[in-house]
Nanobody, 115 residues
Framework: QVQLVESGGGLVQAGGSLRLSCAAS????????MGWYRQAPGKQRELVAA???????NYADSVRGRFTISRDNAKNTVYLQMNSLKPEDTAVYFC?????????WGQGTQVTVSS
């Protein structure tokens, strides 16, 4: 069994910062890819950023230069540092971990950016 637990969401003013964490526990100790997705009300879930086990990262155009994804393989944890937040970043943020053909999702954490 694999469990992903996100933390770090909350309410912040525009221009502020938040750091999300996603800790994985269970039978898998090295996911191929770990990443963050988000879903705003009435919109589809979209990729925010992802990082491979060797540290290769990719970002959505809308967050590149403002967000930084990182991971600690020893702790099986992925982080998302979010700076210069905008109201349009408001969404539920989900952690995703992929091990070969298996996907695992966290329960989501709310990020709200006020103008």
């Amino acid at each position: 069994q694999v469990q992903l637990v996100e933390s770090g969401g909350g309410l912040v003013q525009a221009g502020g910062s938040l750091r999300l964490s996603c800790a994985a526990s269970g039978s898998i100790f090295s996911f191929n890819v770990m990443g963050w997705y988000r879903q705003a009300p009435g919109k589809q879930r979209e990729l925010v950023a992802a990082i491979t086990s060797v540290g290769t990262a990719n970002y959505a155009d809308s967050v590149r230069g403002r967000f930084t994804i990182s991971r600690d393989n020893a702790k099986n944890t992925v982080y998302l540092q979010m700076n210069s937040l905008k109201p349009e970043d408001t969404a539920v943020y989900f952690c995703r971990a992929t091990y070969y053909n298996r996907d695992y999702w966290g329960q989501g954490t709310q990020v709200t950016v006020s103008s």
